[in-house]
């Protein structure tokens, strides 16, 4: 099987990282069977003209092809930039897109790179998303789009659109995961050493973020250590161990730090990380509660829906990715 091309536009201006970390994770891509398999994927950089272009950064790329002798594309991604909001720039871009939308299978922009896909009028109508700092001037901009600041990344037909820098991998991960399976996305993940693939509704601002940003010493960093020990003893005795207090400074410390008791932060991280792994496929309840932590289903039902105000089951049921994948089948537009 011939590999599927991918094409990255670039140009004087870009996000470094919203090219090169999406055009990696393909790139990394291999199909499951087979002691040396071929590479799945050929990314090919697409420039305005065949000069080399510079990013935001300072650093310098050189384009494969140009806008004049680009091949067919299976996937067309836009990345983002601020070079791509000045307007001769964005003009070009977004005519070049117009002239090959018919042709490709799926067109996908990340983080600001919706500037240049949005003047087009494809995403007209659709659920997009793109970095939360610019989601009010997309919406006041393009009317016709329906602009959500929180998810990732979206998908709404053959569109997908996500939000800043490493959302990019996110979404290149389920752009490969549609093809390949999550197998092989997976193991993408592995090789980038991304900590965790995350899925497209969760929200750019994580729990264990928002707890650091509310801190400044060293309990900047005990969410985030707590979040990747949930199945472990989090006790009010290992997490003051752990900043070097006793129990009864921390409990002091931790409520002026998060504004919340030891016993509930743990809760809420243990909970948020329950209700993105009931998302994912073929979830299983009781294997969800145990691996964030909850010794009791009953302990965790209960929990649960103080904090979501639905048990487990309904939650995965209602916003797992089955029922993801049917709302999408159903309600997008090709």
Not at 63 to 86: E, Q
Not at 250 to 269: D, I, M, S, W, Y
């Amino acid at each position: 099987m011939r590999p599927r091309r991918v094409g990255f536009v670039g140009f004087d201006g870009v996000t470094a990282l919203d090219l090169v970390g999406p055009l990696e994770a393909f790139a990394t891509a291999r199909p499951p069977e087979g002691e040396n398999p071929p590479p799945s994927y050929e990314p090919l950089v697409v420039g305005l003209t065949a000069r080399p272009f510079t990013a935001d950064s300072g650093l310098v790329l050189k384009p494969n092809r140009t806008f004049a002798n680009a091949p067919r594309f299976d996937t067309l991604i836009i990345p983002g930039g601020p070079g791509l909001r000045r307007p001769a720039v964005t003009a070009a871009v977004s005519a070049w897109i117009a002239s090959r939308a018919h042709r490709v299978r799926r067109l996908a922009s990340v983080c600001t790179g919706i500037y240049g896909l949005a003047p087009t009028g494809l995403l007209d109508g659709r659920r997009v998303t793109t970095h939360w700092r610019f989601a009010h001037d997309v919406a006041q901009r393009f009317p016709a789009l329906r602009v959500e600041a929180a998810p990732l990344f979206l998908k709404d037909g053959r569109f997908y659109t996500s939000a800043g820098i490493t959302a990019g991998i996110d979404l290149a991960l389920a752009l490969i995961e549609e093809d390949w399976g999550p197998a092989v996305s997976l193991s993408v993940a592995r090789e980038l050493v991304v900590y965790l693939k995350r899925p497209g509704d969760q929200e750019q601002f994580s729990e264990p973020l928002r707890f650091q940003l509310r801190s400044e010493d060293r309990f900047a960093d005990l969410a985030a250590w707590i979040a990747t020990h949930l199945d472990r003893d989090l006790s009010v005795e290992t997490l003051a161990e752990r900043v070097h207090l006793s129990a009864r400074q921390f409990r002091r410390r931790c409520k002026q730090a998060f504004g919340t008791t030891p016993a509930a932060l743990v809760e809420e991280l243990r909970l948020a990380e329950a209700s993105r792994r009931l998302t994912a496929r073929a979830a299983d309840v009781k294997g969800v509660a145990a691996a964030v932590g909850f010794n009791s289903g009953d302990v965790f039902r209960r929990a649960f829906e103080r904090r979501f105000s639905l048990p487990p089951s309904t939650y995965r049921s209602r916003f797992g990715a089955t029922a993801q994948r049917s709302r999408l089948t159903n309600g997008a537009r090709s």
